[in-house]
């Protein structure tokens, strides 16, 4: 993971990202030699987005009956 500042990053941004997207390596974007941006390539989940969700569901009970204003839980 390299770092590069601000200043060379606006001048360089295409070659940077081509070279991001072409090692994979991810890059620290600094402004005043402070870590502020990180930029990496972009992973595709090949997962549905409701298998996401499978196996998050704590409690089902009467799916289809109201719900009233005091049977939500604050979190």
């Known amino acids: 993971m390299g770092k590069i500042s601000k200043t ?6 295409l070659a940077v990202l081509r ?4 090692s994979g390596q991810s890059k620290i974007i600094t402004d005043r ?4 941006l ?5 992973r595709q ?7 996401l969700l499978k196996g998050t569901v ?3 009970d009467a ?6 204003d005091n049977d939500w839980e604050n979190a």
Request: glycine share 2%.
């Open 38 to 42: 990180e930029i990496k390539k972009l």
């Open 33 to 36: 030699g402070k870590p502020t």
């Open 8 to 13: 060379e990053f606006k001048a360089h941004a």
């Open 19 to 22: 070279e991001i997207e072409q």
């Open 58 to 60: 704590i409690k089902y």
């Open 63 to 68: 799916a289809t009956s109201p719900v009233a």
């Open 45 to 51: 989940r090949e997962t549905e987005p409701l298998a």
